[in-house]
């Protein structure tokens, strides 16, 4: 069984849409939580105007029926309430006017796909790029994963998310129960544990935002309830780390990956890296440690998946970079577009989703099943014969 998804939709037009083949049938959705993740993503300090006009739900319009998938094809729609300020600029229909009544962008923002999306795709009009390249397409992919999620949540496999720093102000490592994590992070606007860190966080993204700039910084996800063994060894695509790592780079904005401890492996000798193997008739084969963040040999060890993004500064300023004009090739000042100071805690939700849909496949692949009951049947014979080894 494959788990797969497309989405489409621009920024400014009226929808985001999402398909999703693969999910098994029989899974209950809860539509209230589905919206609650989509909102989640609207949150946190340093968020821009656009928050202020969309309050994301999604609605399914294929896929379900009476609160129950059937197997067919999920269809999810997420609208732009922005759309009405944008009818005429985004109609599919042919338009006339000038380039200020089509609101043609001709001069490329550095830090954006602008430049290059135009001269791929030979378009003179690079709002044709900044519309689909736009951040605004994490709303259907955190709808994705939120359904993710919940297919994941029937099996007891827990996800949460938290910001590790923003700039250079870092907030000290959460030592929480993953429910106390999530509830604790849940009411931070930074979405972080340390009290401390987050006031200094805040304070860092208001004098950012008033000296007109943008600010970065790391997060990370845990996911807790896995057996061992998802993903695999035999081929490099099928490593699950190495997928989750191009999903979170995939993410806007996201130029960097840890998984574990990371980069500090390379700091360190191997006999304060590697996690000892230890084992228990209760608890069967288990780590001492986990600095691997879950994984060995592109498998999970039954142990959390820790994985940790780095976010750079949103390239969108208020005080704009010189670029150039491309039909003049003059230099001028990068056009400006509307944009957050910082969108560290929300991009932190976005990974949650990301990453949760990564596992979800990787975890429908090993217990695949046309129904929830036979992926449940699967996975109590497989975690039957783990427990007999």
């Known amino acids: 069984m494959s788990l797969r998804y497309l989405t489409a939709g621009e920024t400014h037009g009226p929808q985001l849409t999402a398909i999703i083949e693969g999910l098994p049938s029989n899974l209950e959705l809860d539509f209230e939580e589905l919206n609650f993740q989509l909102q989640r993503r609207q949150k946190g300090h340093g968020r821009g105007r656009r928050m202020q006009i969309e309050t994301d739900t999604a609605q399914i319009v294929g896929g379900v029926r009476h609160g129950r998938t059937t197997g067919a094809p999920v269809a999810v729609v997420v609208e732009n309430k922005d759309w009405k300020h944008w009818t005429s600029v985004m109609n599919v229909e042919p338009v006339e006017g000038s380039d200020e009544t089509k609101r043609r962008v001709f001069r490329p923002r550095p830090g954006h796909a602008d430049l290059n999306g135009g001269l791929k795709?030979?378009?003179?009009?690079?709002?044709?790029?900044?519309?689909?390249?736009?951040?605004?397409?994490?709303?259907?992919?955190?709808?994705?994963?939120?359904?993710?999620?919940?297919?994941?949540?029937?099996?007891?496999?827990?996800?949460?998310?938290?910001?590790?720093?923003?700039?250079?102000?870092?907030?000290?490592?959460?030592?929480?129960?993953?429910?106390?994590?999530?509830?604790?992070?849940?009411?931070?606007?930074?979405?972080?544990?340390?009290?401390?860190?987050?006031?200094?966080?805040?304070?860092?993204?208001?004098?950012?935002?008033?000296?007109?700039?943008?600010?970065?910084?790391?997060?990370?996800?845990?996911?807790?309830?896995?057996?061992?063994?998802?993903?695999?060894?035999?081929?490099?695509?099928?490593?699950?780390?190495?997928?989750?790592?191009?999903?979170?780079?995939?993410?806007?904005?996201?130029?960097?990956?840890?998984?574990?401890?990371?980069?500090?492996?390379?700091?360190?000798?191997?006999?304060?890296v590697h996690d000892e193997i230890l084992y228990s008739e209760e608890k069967g084969f288990y780590r001492g440690s986990n600095r691997a963040g879950g994984f060995e040999g592109g498998m999970t060890t039954g142990e959390p998946i820790v994985v940790r993004g780095v976010m750079k500064p949103i390239p969108t300023l208020y005080k704009p970079l010189a670029s150039v004009d491309i039909d003049t090739k003059e230099a001028f000042t990068a056009q400006v577009e509307r944009s957050d100071a910082c969108a560290v805690p929300a991009a932190s939700v976005v990974m949650e989703h990301v990453v949760a849909w990564e596992v979800a496949k990787a975890f429908l692949e090993k217990f695949g099943g046309d129904s929830i009951e036979e992926m449940k049947a699967n996975l109590d014979s497989y975690l039957s014969q783990v427990g007999a080894y």
Request: charged residues 25%; contains cysteine.
């Open 121 to 272: 795709y030979n378009l003179r009009d690079l709002r044709n790029v900044l519309e689909r390249s736009s951040a605004r397409e994490t709303a259907a992919r955190v709808a994705v994963g939120a359904i993710a999620r919940q297919l994941l949540g029937a099996f007891g496999v827990k996800v949460a998310g938290h910001v590790v720093s923003i700039g250079g102000v870092e907030a000290a490592a959460p030592n929480l129960p993953i429910d106390e994590l999530i509830a604790v992070t849940e009411e931070s606007p930074v979405r972080v544990a340390d009290k401390e860190a987050e006031q200094k966080m805040i304070e860092l993204i208001d004098r950012t935002k008033a000296d007109g700039d943008t600010i970065g910084g790391v997060v990370e996800c845990i996911i807790t309830g896995l057996p061992v063994g998802l993903g695999s060894h035999v081929q490099w695509d099928r490593k699950l780390d190495g997928r989750i790592a191009q999903a979170v780079v995939s993410i806007n904005a996201f130029k960097g990956v840890e998984v574990g401890i990371g980069f500090e492996a390379a700091r360190i000798p191997g006999s304060q």
